[in-house]
């Protein structure tokens, strides 16, 4: 069937529904989530200044912006989480990792990931060496998390 | 440099997590067995794809489904001359893919080479195998294309030289 031009499944209105269905639905609107974002932003800060990498990350990590149509939330909320990230030095990366509920380390390790697929807009060395102490604790597992969780970022 | 080992270490890491394959007819044509990341018609199989890079001009992309596997690779290419080596490098293995099992003929646009590892694959092949030869590759790959650029250098040097000394 080569000579076909139209991918018909494509304009199938039934395929559309699945994927749309698949989406994380929120509970929030979408301004409450940016909102959210903004006001952990000053905490955040604080704790980082104070040189408490643990607290500003559970800060950081709480409530993820999940959802469509909240690439500006997403995507500052993923700067938070790197300027922390960068803040933290490198011996310190094990105990912070250890610290940290499981929940909280596979939202990390996608956060890692979203990171490492911009290389233009974050340090893909801070990342590596923490995608290897996060692996390292949470195992193969919480990569399997990451792709097959449907709640991007 | 030093994000080599800790760039490798992560993407073999994030490859063994992502080829965990297993047997998944077509629930579109009845008799089918289709690489779903491949068809791409079925989008409850389909998992989420990952990036792992180094820098901006090295990167792996790992689209995985739940019976085959897409790895692309971008290969570090600084001036022209790394650029036509890859080319042709790249272009010489996939013309022979038969060959190889698990490469792609087509490279993913945006990346150098693609490899497609298929539940078939990793049940004949070892999966720890599979993961250290595509590791293997993405170090080769950078030594052969520096090797190639010293070699055409040195011609190039000395192809001048015996032409040009008859002018002197």
Not at chain 2, 128 to 141: A, G, P, T
Request: glycine share 4%.
């Amino acid at each position: 069937m080569a000579h076909r031009k139209l991918a018909i499944d494509g304009l199938d209105a039934e395929n559309q529904e699945i994927t749309e269905q698949m989406q994380f639905m929120s509970t929030k609107s979408n301004e409450e989530v940016a909102s959210i974002v903004d006001q952990k932003a000053a905490a955040v800060r604080a704790a980082i200044t104070r040189g408490n990498s643990i607290e500003a990350l559970e800060k950081a990590l709480a409530d993820p912006p999940y959802g469509r149509g909240l690439e500006s939330a997403q995507s500052s909320n993923a700067q938070l989480v790197s300027e922390i990230l960068m803040a933290t030095r490198a011996q310190d990366i094990a105990s912070v990792v250890a610290n940290l509920v499981d929940e909280d380390r596979d939202v990390l390790l996608k956060y890692i990931y979203h990171g490492l697929a911009r290389p233009a807009e974050f340090n893909c060395g801070v990342l590596l060496s923490w995608h290897e102490r996060v692996v390292e604790n949470g195992g193969l597992g919480s990569i399997v998390r990451v792709m097959s969780d449907r709640r991007i970022v | 440099s030093n994000t080599l080992r800790p760039y490798l270490n992560a993407v073999r890491s994030t490859l063994t997590a992502a080829m965990c394959l297993e047997n998944f007819a077509s629930q579109i044509v009845e008799k089918h067995n289709v690489p779903e990341i491949e068809a791409g018609n079925t989008k409850e199989v389909l998992l989420n794809p990952l990036v792992v890079s180094r820098n901006e001009n090295e990167q792996v992309l790992i689209e995985s489904s739940i019976n085959s596997v897409r790895i692309s690779i971008r290969i570090k290419q600084a001036d022209d001359i790394e650029r036509i080596l890859a080319h042709k490098f790249t272009r010489f293995l996939m013309m022979r893919a038969e060959s190889f099992i698990i490469l792609r003929r087509v490279p993913i646009k945006g990346y150098d080479i693609s490899f497609l590892v298929t539940n078939f694959h990793t049940e004949q092949m070892y999966k720890h195998k599979l993961v250290d030869f595509i590791i293997e590759f993405m170090e080769e790959v950078d030594k052969e294309i520096s090797e190639m650029k010293l070699s055409i250098n040195a011609r190039a040097r000395i192809v001048a030289e015996s032409y040009l000394s008859q002018f002197v």
